[in-house]
């Protein structure tokens, strides 16, 4: 356990994340993750997607040995903490009112600095957390922020501002690979195992149709539905056709997302000039598409930023570098709140 002496000048950040389905609490010195624990509900995978309420109930379950857990990791006790921070949105409302609660209660009780970060923000300043072997972007840059909830191209002036040049008008990325594997009959959650299947397969097996959306805006709602058609339509014809071509088709499914993902954000470097490209969010661990940014980097010229794999999805270390970055800056201190969560929403334009 620190003394007195060792932990005076550290900046102790607890962060909190409770947005979905999993509970996380992170501890951070400055920039530097001291630990990062996560805990995972299997409870939805027989429903084949999260269900709001069985995800709350399992988060009041999980928080207090989680955040146990972490300040154990970490090697300090709550009364070193100078600060927590927690995710206050994007998210299902009952899930963060367990992480909202606690991070309240908490902060109350220690009389320190209460600091909401919202999700999206958190995912893109990820790359911001001091890891060895992992350079930071610089400003201005651009994020591509894919998700099972959002898909987003961000314009990242400074930490605290941040412009979406373009966003999914219907479905998030990560269903569309989540919802595509459900349809072949692949257990949730499915993205990742289409990522799986792809790696085997061929990416030009089987042809399907990108959507056209104006501008740097996305749309996936009808690359689900050609999927369904196309599965319908061939295990009509043959009952086993998933079965035996199901690497290609994952593979084509795959290759078919990264291209409409990477369409865009060619765009947006050639529109904004600017061409330093970060990914962040759970879909950002997809082996394809990681290796798509780096052959752009490569053929293009960018300088491109992929996160740490602990960092891609939800976790309480992205939480916790916004938490700390708030903390530093005094002209974002306050009485209890830091920042409203009204007045972050305005200012990041999310």
Known sequence: MPNADSTKNKTYILAIESSCDDTAAAVLDNDKTLSNVVARQAVHEE????????????????????????????????????????????????????GTSFAKSLAMGLDIPLI??????????????????????????????????????????????MTILGQTLDDAVG?????????LGLPYPGGPLI??????????AFKF??????GLDFSFSGLKTAILYFYQKEVAADPDFVEKHRDDICA???????????????????????????IGGGVSANSGIRKALKDAE?????????????????N???????????????????????????????????
Do not use: C
Not at 195 to 204: F, H, L, R, T, V
Not at 209 to 214: F, G, Q, R, Y
Not at 300 to 310: A, C
């Open 116 to 161: 909401d970060v919202n999700h999206m923000q958190a995912h893109i300043l990820a790359h911001f957390i001091d890891e060895e072997g992992y350079d930071k972007p610089q400003f201005p840059f651009l994020a591509l922020t894919i998700s099972g909830g959002h898909t987003q191209v961000v314009r990242v002036d400074s930490y605290f501002d």
């Open 316 to 350: 309480a270390a992205m939480i916790g570098i916004v938490g700390y970055l708030k903390y530093k800056d005094e002209n974002l201190q306050g009485s209890g709140y830091i920042e409203t969560h009204a007045k972050a929403q305005s200012r990041l334009k999310f």
């Open 209 to 214: 149709t990108k959507p056209k959306v104006d």
């Open 47 to 98: 429903y084949g997607g999260v269900v709001p309420e069985l995800a709350s109930r399992a988060h009041q379950q999980n928080i207090v040995p989680v955040v146990h857990q972490a300040l154990k990791k970490a090697g300090i006790t709550k009364e070193d903490l100078s600060a927590v921070a927690f995710t206050s949105g994007p998210g299902l409302m009952g899930s963060l009112l367990v």
């Open 252 to 278: 084509s499914i795959q290759y078919t997302i990264i291209n409409i993902l990477m369409d865009k954000i060619k765009k947006a470097v050639k529109q904004t000039g600017i061409r330093q490209v970060a």
């Open 298 to 314: 490569a053929k293009y010229g960018w300088k491109t930023f992929v996160p740490k794999f602990e960092y891609t999805t939800d």
């Open 195 to 204: 990522d799986k299947y792809a790696q085997s397969g061929n990416p030009k």
């Open 175 to 183: 269903e569309a690979f989540d919802k595509s594997a459900k349809i």
